[in-house]
């Protein structure tokens, strides 16, 4: 059962949070542009798309999160959006194990 500390207690650690997800976000968007061209390359490259796409939204959830956090002065909404991203991680990881199989069929069917 989750406590109501757990819950209702805000970290206020937020803008450190926020501070170092926001430099995050600028090294995902840079390996975003690097790996760009090579989106639709190889399996291992549209994977390393795929990580890069995800860890943008992410940063941009935990800034946006520790936003309403201290706005709302609640954990709930990082709580939600956290679960947001655990989300987008499974997907993320669903689409890359698509794109492998895909990629499998396709060299054993010769194409």
Do not use: T
Request: net charge positive; glycine share 8%.
């Amino acid at each position: 059962m989750l406590s109501k500390d757990l819950l209702l207690a805000v970290n206020h650690n937020l803008y450190l949070i926020i501070g170092i997800s926001a430099i995050a976000l600028v090294a995902n968007i840079y390996c975003l542009w690097l790996i760009a061209q090579h989106r639709q390359g190889e399996v291992h490259m549209r994977a390393s798309w795929i990580f890069s796409r995800n860890n943008v939204i992410a940063n941009l959830g935990i800034i946006f999160a520790g936003l309403l956090v201290n706005l709302f002065d609640s954990r709930f909404p990082d709580l939600i959006i956290g679960v947001i991203i655990a989300l987008l991680v499974f997907l993320g990881g669903i689409e890359i194990m698509r794109d492998v199989r895909r990629e499998r069929v396709n060299l054993h069917s010769g194409m």
